[in-house]
């Protein structure tokens, strides 16, 4: 009897592991990943994603006489609020200063141009959906 009780009860936490924490940590390592490519290609210097409790950085004063030269300050967008329809219609290239976007009134291009890999891109535009 303890013998069925004991394979029972392995049974019970093996199915416990695979449909319970597989995919748990799966998600988290594919959302780690892209929050990675976000710090490291520094997204925050210019937003923040405060959905995922990243904030913006604070500006240094190379970055605000920049501003400055430019003529107009910007204030770039928390990516919390990201729109999907914007995803679909064209992120990627957007991240990559292909084409431009209604903003605030003006038609813009992203400030600094994606520089990593296509995959990285994706991984990217996941996190920031939420994926």
Not at 59 to 64: L, P, R, V
Not at 74 to 85: F, Y
Not at 106 to 111: P, Y
Request: proline fraction near 3%; hydrophobic fraction near 40%.
């Amino acid at each position: 009897m303890k013998q069925i009780v004991t394979k029972v009860f392995s049974y019970l936490v093996f199915f416990f592991v695979v449909l319970v924490l597989l995919p748990i940590s799966v998600g988290r390592t594919d959302n780690a990943a892209g929050k990675k490519i976000f710090l490291d290609s520094k997204c925050n210097k210019c937003h923040s994603f405060k959905s995922q409790g990243i904030q913006q950085l604070p500006k240094s004063a190379d970055a605000e006489a920049e501003d400055a030269d430019e003529g107009e300050k910007i204030d770039p967008p928390d990516l919390s609020t990201l729109d999907d329809a914007f995803v679909k219609a064209g992120l990627d290239k957007f991240l990559k200063k292909q084409v431009a976007v209604e903003y605030k009134g003006k038609s813009r291009k992203h400030k600094k141009s994606f520089t990593g890999s296509d995959a990285d891109l994706k991984t990217l535009i996941d996190f920031l959906q939420g994926k």
